[in-house]
């Protein structure tokens, strides 16, 4: 979902800037050739304060942020992962 939708915005005229957040970025081998407005950054969940979120200003926010249960590797840090 998430790619799919950064894909989406890379490719609208109507979006100057597109941040990517998370535990892990889209690897530069699998973004399109149209990257030139995105800023990338990992994100360490446990420590959000460091990230520096609260410094930038973003007209729209999209949240696509989850995991399965494979992926987590037990149904506790699903739980964490997905409603954290």
Same mark, same amino acid.
């Given at each position: 979902?998430?790619?799919?939708l950064l894909?989406?915005l890379?490719?609208?005229?109507q979006?100057?800037?597109?941040g990517?957040?998370?535990?892990?970025?889209t690897?530069e081998?699998?973004?399109?050739?149209?990257?030139?407005?995105?800023?990338? /950054?990992?994100?360490?969940?446990?420590?959000?304060?460091?990230?520096g979120?609260?410094?930038?200003?973003?007209?729209?926010?999209?949240?696509?942020?989850?995991?399965?249960?494979a992926?987590?590797?037990?149904?506790?840090?699903?739980? /964490?992962?997905?409603?954290?």
């Amino acid at each position: 979902t998430g790619r799919l939708l950064l894909r989406e915005l890379l490719a609208n005229d109507q979006w100057s800037k597109v941040g990517e957040y998370g535990r892990r970025v889209t690897p530069e081998a699998d973004l399109p050739q149209n990257r030139g407005k995105l800023e990338q /950054k990992t994100i360490n969940f446990e420590n959000l304060e460091a990230a520096g979120l609260k410094d930038g200003r973003w007209d729209v926010v999209f949240v696509t942020l989850g995991t399965t249960r494979a992926n987590a590797g037990s149904a506790e840090m699903f739980e /964490k992962i997905d409603r954290e």
